[in-house]
Structures are given as structure tokens and as C-alpha cells.
């Protein structure tokens, strides 16, 4: 064991040498959460409401009033249709909301359709949000005004993440890109490496064997990738307060699968290509791109066609991103986790079993 | 009868249709320096891989340093050395770790890697470049310093891919020194070349062409037999056979 452990420290060297790339990607997944966190969020915060009340009764003052004590929303009041036409298409507002004469008296009968709510949807994630921040309030605002019934038909309620913060779907899913990043990328380069300058054959005609130098090669990016791990999971909880509701140590299980599944890419990868820089293209454009599209990190895969739906299941990110959420979010039972798991351990099996066939096909 | 290190019967590869190596055999003998001497792609590095036990033969046998190449190729991996042109040490590494390397990996004892690794500092003048980095010495000395860590642990053989490609003629003559201390301390050389004045240095040689060896012999003896005054006729009357053939 004690050549395996020299050539396991030899690997750190190589790391610990190459201060840049150490520096990137020690930093890469804290700029990346905060990137995240702070810029690319679809939550809102002051939004710019326009409200044009044409009731002018008690009870649409209190509306009104309600909408302007919260941080959400910044109230503007119109006072006619060119005003709210105006207003939408000056971008002076993200959304109006109409409230139509003699609503209240309309309410107190039981009818329904007293208010109606434009929306600027031109960025329709960000309006599909403020439309759901509105039916709360207001459907909240009933509630406390005591009135039974419901001015809409449908009564929302957030489940796990009530203030629809982005940033928690975010963290598995950077997770998800961070770790494939690092253990398939620098995997791959590093066996490039070897084999670009002869190292490879000096390591193989050498007592190691070959299974040696594959594990050598992950262990320091393994031990890396959980340093990472944990930076982005402090990051998220102490600066983002996202929760971790379920099992930290389930957490890390997960997520050690899925380094071993994405090492096992990178292994691939390596035994396809003889230099560093094809490793890095196919890394990044193979995988990569793949990754960060189709994991669910941007784009949500419910909306995806069905063929790219099928094909973000051949990625283990997207299983990966499901079962840190069910950890994360929603501590749901074992079982849950169970077909996720099963994908990103078949994916593993898969890759290691053609990473082996190709390795056997150039050195024997 | 000297001890025979190296013993292949037939000993074939094929890739495919292709051929590389052709049922050669031969044998080297303990402590001698043995040249295998051939133009690219003549089936050297192929047939070097297999007695490496990198490779595994198509057919024929082969035993190095008194291990089956088929089945023992464990051991053997413990009793021989390598260096190839191609590679120089780890660049990103220092001298000493290098050493602390090699020596680790072929399972020497902690002891055994400071006291040989800080000799052979000394007998390459380099004890005061320890702590620096491969990358910032020159080829020359980045080359002897490959060849005397290839041999640390002592090795029964050593194989040599093309050592002294690209290094200056001065080095070259100190390398073969190197080499002739070598097999005075017992290590038997396996030396493959495309240098002709190297092969003279050489006690015996294998010429290859096309997968075949089609002479083998003594320096000297290989001159008389092809009735040429140099190493170099006698590469050329036998690259220029093979052209014959082609036509």
C-alpha cells in the first residue's frame, strides 16, 4: 500500500503545483453560488405595481394598503386606461392590477371577476412570479379582512420554498455542474496529461497497476470535490438561508455517488483522446454544456421536448439535482430517492464498464 | 554458459492483419548491453512493450529476468527499469520528489530511498538542485537524472526507448558512460536507438525490419557478415533490401 500512498501524494503535488487551476476551482463554485444567488434570480423584490382602483370603497383602500406595506412592491397609483397603458409600456410597471368598480359591493353578493391583473410578460419567468406573489397577497388579504369567501378559485400555497427563492433550486444544481466540472474535467486531463508526456507508459510498465493509477488519479479530486461541497452548502445556508431539512449525511452519500459517476466520465473521456487540450473540448462541450442545460439548473426539464427530456436522463446531473432536492428541501422518505439513485448507479456501472473496455483495447 | 536475462521463441504480436513483430527470438545475455536497433515502425517499441509486459503476445514465448511474460508479468514489472526518450521526469515536480517517486513506487524502503537517492545526487553533481523543480533544468542533465532514477531500485534490466534522442553529443558520450557503470554494478542494458555510432557502443545487436530480425550479432561480426565498414552501411544495405522487395 505504501506505493499506492506515494503515488496518491504525487497527484496532490501536481494539484498543489498548478496554482492557478488550484485557485479556480477552489473559487469557481463560490462565485458561482454567489453569481447565482445574487444576480441570476428570478424572486422578486420592489417590484413596480401599478394599481388602478375604480372602486375607491373601504375595502379596496385596504387592498391598496396591503399591497404598499410590502417589500415586494413598490405602488404606483393610475387613475385612468391611458395611464395603465402608459405606464406598462414605459416599463414604469412590471404589472397592474385593476379593481373594478363596485367590487366591494360585487364581493359582499358573492360574484366573482372583480379584479383583473395585467402583466408585462415579456420576461415571462419574472411575470409568471409576480403573479403568483399577487394571488397570495391577495388571497391572504381576504382571509384577514374575515371574508369567506375566496375572491379567487384557486387557492395557491407554497410548499418548501414560499418565497419562490431561485437560489434554492439553484444550489443542486450548481452542485450538480461544479462537481462534474472538476471530477470529469480535471480527471480527464490529468490521464491526458501522462499520456502526452510518456509519463502514462512509465507508470504502467512500473509495479502500479492499472486500477491503482485510475483510483490515484480520482482520490485528490474526490477529496476536492467535498471541500467544494461543503463550501457551497455554507455559502447557501448561512448567506442564502437555504435549509437543509433532510440528513446532511444522506447529503454527502448522494453526492459521493454522483463525484464517482462523474469521475467515471472523466475516465472515459481519457481513454478516448491522447492530449490534454481534446480532454478539455470534449469535457467541456460533451459535458459541460449538457450538464448545466439539461440538469433542470436553467431550464426547467418539465418544459424541455420529450426528446431532450430522454436525453437529460443519459446525464447524472439531472438525478443528481432530483435527489439533492428531496434532500435539501423536502426530507422526503428513502424511498423517493430510491429511482434517482438507481439512474446515476446505473449511469456509473455503464461508464466504467466502456471506460474499462477501451482502456484493455489500447494497452493489451 | 553466460545467464540468459532476456530468452523469446517466436515471439509474435499482431495487430489485426497487421504484424508487428514476427516470430523473433533471441536471447540477451546477463550484464551485457544489447542494441535493438531499427527504423520507425520496424516492430522495436512493440515488441519492447511486450517483454515490459505492457503488451500481451499473440503467440510465441518470451521470459525476462526468469519470469514468463503471459503469466508473471508482476514480477518482471519489480525487476526491470524504464526510460524513454519521451520522457523526462515530472516537470511540475522537484528532483528529490521525483526520486522519493520512483524509488517509492518500486517499493523501496524509506531508508534505502535517502541513502541511494542522496548518492546519486552526488555522483551527478546535483545535491545543491534538490529542491528545485525538474522543469527548470536542462534536457541533458534532466535525462542522466532519468536514467540513474530508471535504475534506484536496482533492477535486474533496464529497458532504454531511444534515451539520447535530442540531446546534445556531449551528454550523449556521458550517458553511455553512465550506461557501461551500469552494467558494471550487474544491470543488463536493453537499448533501443536510431543513433549508428551508438550502436557500436553496443556488445550485441538486433537489427529489425518489418517485424523480423534479420541480423544479430556482435558490432564487429555484423560488419564481416554484410561486408560493410560501419554500422551505419549495414543499416543502409538492409533498409535498402527491403526497398528492393517493395518493388
Redesign the interface.
Known amino acids: 500500500m505504501k506505493h499506492f500512498k506515494i503515488f496518491i501524494w504525487k497527484e496532490f503535488l501536481h494539484i498543489w503545483r498548478d496554482k492557478k487551476t488550484l485557485l479556480i476551482i477552489i473559487l469557481l463554485p463560490i462565485i458561482e453560488v454567489l453569481l447565482f444567488g445574487f444576480v441570476l434570480t428570478s424572486e422578486i423584490n420592489h417590484v413596480s405595481l401599478g394599481i388602478y382602483d375604480q372602486d375607491n370603497s373601504d375595502w379596496s383602500g385596504e387592498l391598496t394598503r396591503s399591497f404598499e406595506n410590502s417589500r415586494y412592491f413598490d405602488l404606483i397609483r393610475l387613475y385612468n386606461e391611458q395611464d395603465v397603458e402608459k405606464a406598462l409600456r414605459g416599463n414604469r410597471v412590471k404589472a397592474v392590477l385593476k379593481i373594478k368598480p363596485e367590487a366591494e359591493k360585487s364581493l359582499q353578493m358573492g360574484e366573482s371577476g372583480i379584479m383583473q391583473l395585467l402583466l408585462d410578460a415579456s420576461d415571462p419567468n419574472i411575470a409568471r412570479t409576480i403573479e403568483v406573489y399577487i394571488m397570495n397577497m391577495s388571497s391572504r388579504f381576504m382571509k384577514q379582512a374575515g371574508n369567506r369567501k375566496n375572491l379567487l378559485d384557486v387557492q395557491q400555497l407554497m410548499y418548501y420554498n414560499p418565497d419562490l427563492k431561485s437560489v434554492f433550486k439553484s444550489v443542486p444544481g450548481l452542485m450538480a455542474v461544479v462537481l462534474m466540472l472538476i471530477c470529469a474535467m480535471m480527471t480527464s486531463v490529468s490521464l491526458a496529461r501522462e499520456k502526452e508526456t510518456g509519463t502514462m507508459d512509465v507508470l504502467l510498465i512500473s509495479p502500479l497497476k492499472p486500477g491503482q493509477i485510475i483510483i490515484g488519479k480520482m482520490v485528490p479530486y474526490i477529496a476536492i470535490s467535498f471541500v467544494n461541497i461543503l463550501m457551497i452548502i455554507a455559502l447557501s445556508v448561512f448567506v442564502f438561508g437555504v435549509p437543509v431539512r433532510g440528513s446532511l449525511v444522506l447529503l454527502f452519500l448522494f453526492s459521493g455517488f454522483y463525484v464517482v459517476c462523474a469521475l467515471s466520465f472523466g475516465l472515459l473521456v481519457s481513454t478516448l483522446v491522447n492530449t490534454q487540450q481534446i480532454a478539455m473540448m470534449i469535457s467541456l462541450a460533451g459535458l459541460m454544456l449538457p450538464t448545466t442545460l439539461l440538469s433542470g439548473l436553467i431550464y426547467p426539464i418539465r418544459n424541455m421536448p420529450r426528446w431532450l427530456q430522454m436525453l437529460s436522463g443519459v446525464f447524472p446531473a439531472r438525478w443528481f439535482v432530483e435527489t439533492l432536492g428531496h434532500v435539501m428541501l423536502k426530507d422526503s422518505p428513502v424511498y423517493y430517492f430510491l429511482q434517482p439513485l438507481g439512474y446515476i448507479l446505473l449511469i456509473t456501472v455503464i461508464l466504467l464498464l466502456l471506460a474499462a473496455r477501451r482502456f484493455k483495447v489500447r494497452y493489451d | 554458459m553466460a545467464e540468459k536475462i532476456i530468452e523469446t521463441v517466436n515471439l509474435t504480436k499482431r495487430f489485426g492483419d497487421f504484424t508487428a513483430v514476427d516470430a523473433i527470438s533471441f536471447e540477451v545475455n546477463k550484464g551485457e548491453i544489447f542494441g535493438f536497433l531499427g527504423a520507425n515502425g520496424a516492430g522495436k517499441t512493440t515488441a519492447m512493450k511486450m517483454l515490459?509486459?505492457?503488451?500481451?503476445p499473440t503467440s510465441g514465448q518470451a521470459t525476462v529476468a526468469g519470469y514468463d511474460v503471459y503469466r508473471q508479468s508482476?514480477k518482471i514489472?519489480?525487476n526491470?527499469g524504464?526510460?524513454?526518450q519521451?520522457?523526462s521526469l515530472?516537470?511540475?515536480?522537484t528532483v528529490w520528489?521525483n526520486i522519493?517517486?520512483?524509488a517509492?513506487?518500486?517499493?523501496m524502503p524509506r531508508q534505502a530511498i535517502i541513502t541511494r537517492g542522496e548518492k546519486l545526487l552526488q555522483d551527478l553533481e546535483l545535491a545543491s538542485q534538490k529542491r528545485r523543480?525538474i522543469g527548470a533544468l536542462p534536457l541533458g542533465i534532466r535525462q542522466k537524472l532519468a536514467f540513474s532514477i530508471a535504475i534506484i531500485h536496482e533492477p535486474r534490466l533496464v529497458?532504454l526507448d531511444e534515451p539520447t534522442g535530442g540531446v546534445d553529443p556531449i551528454t550523449r558520450r556521458r550517458f553511455w558512460e553512465m550506461i557501461y557503470n551500469a552494467t558494471e554494478r550487474g544491470i543488463t542494458v536493453f537499448v533501443t536507438t536510431h543513433y549508428m555510432d551508438e550502436a557500436e557502443y553496443c556488445d550485441r545487436i538486433s537489427m529489425m525490419v518489418d517485424g523480423k530480425i534479420k541480423g544479430l550479432d556482435t558490432p564487429a561480426n555484423l560488419k564481416l557478415q554484410f561486408k560493410e565498414k560501419s554500422m551505419f552501411d549495414v543499416f543502409l544495405q538492409l533498409a535498402r533490401e527491403k526497398s528492393h522487395e517493395a518493388l
Open positions: 515490459c509486459g505492457l503488451l500481451l508482476e514489472k519489480l526491470i524504464y526510460m524513454s519521451k520522457f515530472f516537470s511540475d515536480l520528489e522519493e517517486f520512483y517509492g513506487i518500486y517499493r523543480l529497458f
